[in-house]
């Protein structure tokens, strides 16, 4: 009876340890596409930047609207979660700045306390919840 749930005992663990690997694994994945999504964004938010006298859109949507990109272009580069399709956190009017560059986007939900923001150069950083509230509240001025 003893070996039996010993032996359970180490099935349970083993089962336990794949599923968290993968977890681990899919959430992985999960960022690496946003952060492509949220690059392909920035580019375009870049290029209506370079036609508008350096004036970012004041929505994404302004991008389908001045023909920088198409609106099915646009839907397919929202924020993937494994649960849910949401619009990304779309930044920039407001001139907020982490780590001397302009803060473009943000994922719209946080994963384990984590967030993914879009730099203005097509830079990605997964910031806490705290540092993104004082991303928010304009406490990271730009560095000289």
Request: include cysteine; glycine fraction near 6%; charged fraction near 25%.
């Amino acid at each position: 009876m003893k070996q039996r749930l010993i032996f359970f005992g180490i099935i349970g663990l083993f089962f336990g340890l794949v599923g968290y690997i993968w977890l681990s694994l899919l959430e992985s994945a999960e960022i690496n596409a946003n952060r492509r999504k949220g690059g392909s964004l920035s580019m375009a938010c870049a290029a209506y930047a370079e036609t508008h006298n350096g004036y970012y859109p004041r929505a994404l949507q302004d991008l389908v609207e001045s023909n920088t990109m198409e609106q099915g272009a646009l839907e397919m580069l929202s924020y993937q979660s494994a649960r849910q399709k949401k619009e990304w956190l779309y930044i920039v009017p407001q001139k907020v700045y982490y780590d001397t560059q302009r803060v473009l986007l943000a994922a719209p939900k946080p994963s384990r306390g984590r967030r993914l923001i879009i730099l203005e150069h097509g830079d990605s950083d997964i910031v806490t919840e705290a540092v993104y509230d004082e991303i928010l509240a304009h406490k990271h001025d730009p560095k000289p």
